[in-house]
């Protein structure tokens, strides 16, 4: 299994990680099945989050390692917290010291262990005070509750805003990318232009995680944000934003047909190549694999042996819409 070094601290971790969300219609036999071929993989990594399922998924992992004592011990566990959905339907955030601190510790419960490796702020919380945030996680990496932290989609400013009076580190910042989705990537590639693409969304985030040690992990890495057609992004003001899969689409043919031509000369299945094509970026990311199927599993688990030459790797980026100057 191909490795990473993850954050400041540099720990050695694998370069795919399990993702959970998908879990809440498994049983713990059928879980523990998963678990057991994801170790026989090398994905030793786990991702959950606190409102998947709302809290069921944390619950059903928490019973499949009570059931498989020494599971736990395989895996570096991570979970999310600052999601809250409210009586009237909708998510809101609460990055309130009281209950980041309660969120964890109910998380802990549900997952049945006495820490977790790493804890995400869930998304950005516009009411965020940074310094209730330092305090709160603080608190939980001196109680030894929490080891490191970590936040998802998150810009450069509310990295540092956030960081600003943390003690301890963000060492994961959790971002859509992939080819169908590369809005960290295009600005640097379309510089002092007036292209669509050439729009910065995250004020640098890339480059930034990169400077500072924080490790991209890259979430659904097999769907679109783009117009199939041009390849810019879609106006959520005007045509929704397409938020499909374009593997095996047939909408998204151009990409496909490359993808198809890569796999063939590589002997690999076409989720191996968009896989190898994240993993080529020196941005030394994580691959957050969101399926429950060993089959798919294994197919894009093939793209970690794959080294994609510079021009393979620019090909890739012009057939999914991408523009160089």
């Not at 989050?49 to 011990?73: M, Q, V």
């Not at 950005?124 to 945030?133: K, N």
């Not at 956030?162 to 959790?174: A, D, G, M, R, S």
């Amino acid at each position: 299994m191909k490795t990473i070094f993850l954050g400041p601290n540099k720990i050695q971790v694998p370069a795919f990680i399990q993702g959970l969300m998908r879990t809440a219609n498994l049983s713990v036999k059928e879980l523990t099945e998963l678990l057991h071929h994801d170790i026989h993989l090398g994905i030793t990594y786990l991702d959950t989050s606190d409102i998947y399922a709302d809290g069921y998924c944390e619950t059903l992992l928490g019973n499949t390692f009570a059931s498989n004592p020494g599971l736990r011990n395989n895996f570096l566990l991570q979970t999310k917290g600052g999601i809250l959905r409210g009586a009237k339907g909708f998510a809101y955030y609460d990055f309130s010291e009281e209950h980041i601190i309660s969120a964890c510790e109910a998380s802990l419960r549900r997952l049945q262990t006495d820490h977790i490796d790493f804890y995400l702020l869930h998304r950005p919380d516009a009411l965020a005070e940074p310094e209730e945030v330092a305090s709160a996680l603080d608190k939980l990496h001196a109680s030894g509750k929490v080891l490191h932290f970590g936040v998802s989609n998150c810009n450069t400013g509310q990295i540092q805003l956030l960081q600003k009076y943390c003690t301890v580190p963000f060492e994961i910042n959790q971002m859509e990318f992939t080819l169908g989705h590369s809005l960290m990537l295009d600005p640097g590639m379309d510089v002092n232009r007036v292209e669509t693409q050439s729009y910065d969304h995250d004020q640098g985030v890339m480059n930034y995680c990169r400077l500072n040690n924080i490790t991209i992990q890259a979430f659904s890495p097999f769907r679109a944000a783009k117009n199939r057609n041009t390849g810019t992004l879609i106006d959520r003001y005007g045509v929704k934003v397409e938020t499909r899969p374009f593997l095996n689409n047939a909408e998204y043919a151009e990409i496909n047909e490359k993808l198809a031509e890569y796999a063939s000369a590589y002997d690999v299945s076409s989720a191996a190549i968009v896989i190898a094509w994240i993993l080529r970026h020196p941005a030394n990311m994580q691959v957050l694999l969101g399926s429950t199927k060993a089959d798919r599993l294994q197919d894009a688990v093939a793209g970690q042996n794959i080294q994609l030459t510079r021009e393979e790797w620019y090909d890739l980026y012009l057939s999914a819409g991408g523009i160089i100057p």
